[in-house]
């Protein structure tokens, strides 16, 4: 079958040159990482409306390229902590897990519960009240008896005591304390490793419903994961230590004066979706949607910023450059049959929200979307391909609802960009589960054919080095060509596409 030199000369279009001037713009410090909430993500929006209107795309949402998300974020503040007059910060010396509101909390003791087990062979709670009071727990391990079995089983195998990781907090909760000061020795290397995203909160479209319980709401106490130097620091005053207690576990009260002023804090934002469509001609009213979310992990309070050049700087420019060639096509009087609706999402990094968002409010009715192309990391060469040919693309969900798609896509890289298709996160066991991780799967819930192209993981994944430099220019505009060809055909041909799958 030969190529048809119309399309193979709207791809050519496509250029290294104009995909680096777009994606070094949108990855420079300028930009802060295009956060959710932040203001770099909205330059971002801003920045992708102002191309969409330079190439001529309508305004399809009432006038405007902006479809606006009510989001909210609920964050566990901690303004202030205390013991004994010295005053420690959340996210460096501890993090907390809660859901009460804003409270006041002050204690002049502190009670050592040791492990906290609570069973007939080993009982730490026994005759101790903790009843509204600040708890001491150490939360691992479980007593050892002579021989360094476990005194529960009685064998070297732990009890669900320790293999359980909720199990003692939640049975020491049911005893009502005011807050339990949680002891692990993990506890910092969770913060190293997590840094300022332990206290960053969860996302979440706002419902209009108060995401802060109310007062008299029944929850449990807050737990205060601590730090080794904590722990011991009120330990100190009977004489004793972690390791100490682990050995010879007992429980006991400390005087220990605790004052602390925290809980969930609700911020609400909006950060929009950004569409501009491309009116089609005698099949106008059925929309190929084109995709890529444009958000990524932003700025931190410590000023680190997360560029996200290949998640997803580099699908944001797939979708820029396709609009544009697209444009210029309908300019020359080659404008496709079906509308093409491009989308760049908001917060998909929180949850695949903006997605999620149109979905459930589309601009145009699920009933006339054809399908979704959704680009979503295509800059670089993974883990699996870094020692073997790079010409390859990871095709993800294409057979999942139509096998006119699968064929489609296949016949478009047969035809002319000639890559390798990789099929191998479309396996419904794969581990991962990357068909359900990127914004097209949100199309798909609502059975919309959908495709997912994706160059694969790397080790710069959500880290401040996922920046411009690594990016394989060649290999994103040759994955932007795919794309581009699947789209020119599904916009194109006599019958929108079969919906005759429902595969896992």
């Not at 011991?232 to 004066?257: D, G, M, W, Y």
């Not at 210029?328 to 998909?348: M, T, V």
């Not at 680009?375 to 390859?392: A, P, S, T």
């Not at 489609?408 to 047969?414: A, Q, V």
Request: with cysteine; proline share 5%.
């Amino acid at each position: 079958m030969a190529q048809d030199p119309v399309q193979r000369k709207y791809a050519d279009l496509l250029t290294e040159e104009s995909a680096k001037q777009h994606l070094t713009l949108l990855t420079s410090p300028a930009f802060e990482g295009r956060g959710t909430g932040q203001k770099g993500g909205e330059k971002a929006a801003q920045y992708l409306a102002e191309q969409f209107k330079s190439f001529g795309l309508k305004a399809p949402v009432n006038g405007s390229y902006f479809q606006p998300l009510k989001l909210v974020r609920s964050s566990y503040l901690v303004k202030t902590f205390t013991l004994d007059g010295k005053s420690y910060q959340n996210g460096k010396d501890f993090y907390v897990q809660g859901d009460n509101p804003l409270t006041d909390f002050s204690a002049s003791e502190v009670v050592c519960v040791a492990f906290g087990i609570q069973d007939a062979k080993h009982d730490d709670l026994k005759g101790i009240d903790v009843r509204d009071k600040v708890v001491l727990v150490i939360n691992e391990d479980e007593p050892t008896d002579a021989n360094g079995n476990s005194v529960l089983t009685g064998t070297t195998k732990k009890s669900e005591w320790s293999t359980s990781r909720l199990k003692r907090l939640q049975e020491l909760a049911k005893h009502n304390p005011k807050m339990i000061l949680a002891y692990s020795s993990a506890v910092p290397q969770m913060i190293e490793r997590f840094g300022n995203r332990i206290t960053a909160g969860r996302f979440a479209l706002d419902s209009n419903k108060d995401a802060v319980p109310e007062k008299n709401a029944a929850q449990m106490a807050p737990v205060v994961n601590i730090s080794p130097e904590i722990a011991n620091s009120i330990l100190a005053k009977k004489q004793t230590n972690v390791e100490a207690l682990k050995k010879k576990p007992s429980s006991f009260r400390v005087p220990t004066k605790l004052l602390a002023n925290m809980g969930v804090s609700k911020q609400n934002f909006s950060d929009p979706n950004v569409l501009g469509l491309l009116e089609g001609t005698d099949l106008k009213n059925e929309i190929v949607v084109i995709s890529g979310h444009y958000d990524h992990d932003g700025i931190l309070p410590d000023g680190t910023i997360y560029p996200g050049a290949d998640d997803n700087g580099s699908g944001t420019v797939g979708v820029l450059e396709l609009a544009k060639v697209f444009s210029q096509a309908k300019k020359d009087g080659k404008g496709p049959r079906r509308s093409i609706l491009f989308i760049g999402f908001a917060a998909e990094e929180k949850g695949l929200l903006g997605s999620q968002f149109y979905s459930e409010n589309p601009i145009f009715p699920l009933s006339n979307t054809v399908t979704c192309l959704n680009m979503d990391m295509i800059g670089r060469i993974d883990d699996k391909h870094l020692n073997g040919d790079h010409n390859y693309i990871h095709v993800i969900g294409s057979d999942k609802l139509s096998s006119e798609l699968y064929q489609i896509n296949k016949k478009s890289n047969d035809l002319y960009t000639k890559m390798e298709i990789d099929y191998m996160y479309d396996d419904p066991k794969d581990p991962m589960r990357i068909y359900y991780r990127s914004d097209q799967y949100n199309f798909a819930k609502h059975g919309i054919p959908v495709t997912f192209y994706f160059s694969g993981l790397h080790p710069h994944y959500h880290t401040p080095d996922d920046t411009v430099d690594k990016i394989d220019f060649p290999m994103m505009v040759k994955r932007e060509k795919l794309v581009f060809h699947t789209a020119w055909e599904v916009a194109n041909r006599e019958d929108r596409l079969a919906v005759d799958s429902n595969k896992e």
